[in-house]
T-cell receptor, first 114, second 113 residues
Framework: DGGITQSPKYLFRKEGQNVTLSCEQN?????MYWYRQDPGQGLRLIYYSQIVNDFQKGDIAEGYSVSREKKESFPLTVTSAQKNPTAFYLC?????????????FGPGTRLLVL | AQSVTQLDSQVPVFEEAPVELRCNYSSSVSVYLFWYVQYPNQGLQLLLK??????LVKGINGFEAEFNKSQTSFHLRKPSVHISDTAEYFC???????????FGTGTRLLVSP
């Protein structure tokens, strides 16, 4: 079955630690996205990538980093510079990033700070 | 900058009753509009989208939405809800250029027997 997988489902971060969230898709999509979801705030765009080896900052990129070395993979690193990382993180993809396209979402990773 | 307003954070309704979830947007250019649904602890799934043409859009699970350009609204409706419709619903807008969706804050639909 085609889809998007995210791992782990739950992730715990200690103070000063960098953690990486995995996102893999087998839909053959060019465009991939990372969102952060906080209660009562909807989804906010962290980073997006339209093609391999290229990515752009979204609205709340500070304290995060990404890479796009393979078409199917778009990992997100939450760095120690992100002072309030507790949230639900969602990865999505679309065919090529066209404004009329449907975005397909993974099941999410919940990040908690110890 | 574009924005999306979902005024109702929570809408309680009884099973088999009709429901309307409100969405208003602000944008100075033509927009594409989306409704996504999120079941607890899951990702989002597309319900329907308006790109052009007929202002009444039909989606999955019996939902429909009407685009009203003069009122800058895109309200979601269902004539008879089921317990399984309990979820959070997000309205989103995409304007020109690369798809950068802007989401509303969501409306939690609570269906009780």
């Amino acid at each position: 079955d085609g889809g998007i997988t995210q791992s782990p489902k739950y992730l715990f971060r200690k103070e000063g630690q960098n953690v990486t969230l995995s996102c893999e898709q087998n839909l053959n999509h060019d465009a991939m996205y990372w969102y952060r979801q906080d209660p009562g705030q909807g989804l906010r765009l962290i980073y997006y990538s339209q093609i391999v080896n290229d990515f752009q900052k979204g609205d709340i990129a500070e304290g995060y980093s990404v890479s796009r070395e393979k078409k199917e993979s778009f990992p997100l690193t939450v760095t120690s510079a992100q002072k309030n990382p507790t949230a639900f993180y969602l990865c999505a993809s679309s065919i090529s990033g066209g404004r009329d396209e449907t975005q397909y979402f993974g099941p999410g990773t919940r990040l908690l700070v110890l | 900058a574009q924005s999306v307003t979902q005024l109702d954070s929570q809408v309680p309704v009884f099973e088999e009753a009709p429901v309307e979830l409100r969405c208003n947007y602000s944008s100075s250019v033509s927009v594409y509009l989306f409704w996504y649904v999120q079941y607890p602890n899951q990702g989002l799934q597309l319900l329907l989208k308006y790109l052009s043409g007929s202002t009444l859009v039909k989606g999955i699970n019996g939902f429909e939405a009407e685009f009203n350009k003069s009122q800058t609204s895109f309200h979601l409706r269902k004539p008879s809800v089921h317990i399984s419709d309990t979820a959070e619903y997000f309205c989103a807008v995409s304007d020109q250029g690369f798809q950068k969706l802007v989401f509303g804050t969501g409306t939690r639909l609570l269906v009780s027997p």
